[in-house]
């Protein structure tokens, strides 16, 4: 007799094998997406932002300063400049949530030559914190660029 599943083009799967109920590999596992903070941001009653950003690779960290762009003559222009202990080092955007419809967000990125690539990140709530004005500089690995 042989295992249920099985036939003369069709072995055995493991689900199979011995009594035992394993899932098929036939089934998709869900993917877990995990979120790292790279740092934080403090929201200033200015619309400027300050914080630090935390990296390993970066002792100490950097001090950060968001200031909303002046200069914006175009809507692909940032919203915000980024510098790192007195240095610009990225730029971000407010964009539309598409996922939550009438919401926005802050789209960061960070390019210097002590990093080994371009980071994406997004401001968030930071997690356990009441204060509205507290955000989370969360890395984004996976932008598809």
């Known amino acids: 007799m042989?295992?249920?599943?099985?036939?003369?083009?069709?072995?055995?799967?493991r689900s199979h094998v011995a009594g035992r109920d394993?899932?098929?590999?036939?089934h998709k596992t869900?993917?877990?997406?995990?979120?790292?903070?790279?740092?934080y941001l403090n929201k200033l009653t200015s619309g400027a932002y300050e914080g630090k950003l935390q990296l390993m690779s970066l002792k100490g960290g950097v001090e950060l300063k968001m200031?909303?762009?002046?200069?914006?003559?175009?809507?692909?222009?940032?919203d915000f400049r980024l510098t790192g202990n007195g240095v610009e080092i990225g730029a971000a955007w407010i964009k539309d949530s598409r996922s939550r419809p009438g919401e926005t967000y802050i789209s960061?990125?960070?390019?210097?030559?002590e990093l080994p690539r371009?980071?994406?990140a997004t401001l968030g709530q930071m997690a356990g914190q009441?204060?509205?004005d507290?955000?989370?500089?969360?890395w984004n690995p996976d932008t598809g660029r």
């Open 2 to 13: 042989s295992a249920p599943g099985a036939g003369p083009n069709r072995p055995a799967t």
């Open 22 to 26: 394993w899932p098929s590999r036939r």
């Open 30 to 39: 869900r993917r877990i997406t995990t979120m790292a903070s790279i740092g």
């Open 67 to 78: 200031l909303p762009n002046a200069d914006k003559r175009d809507a692909r222009h940032p």
């Open 108 to 113: 960061v990125v960070i390019a210097a030559p």
């Open 118 to 120: 371009t980071l994406y």
């Open 130 to 132: 009441d204060d509205a």
């Open 134 to 138: 507290l955000f989370s500089l969360i």
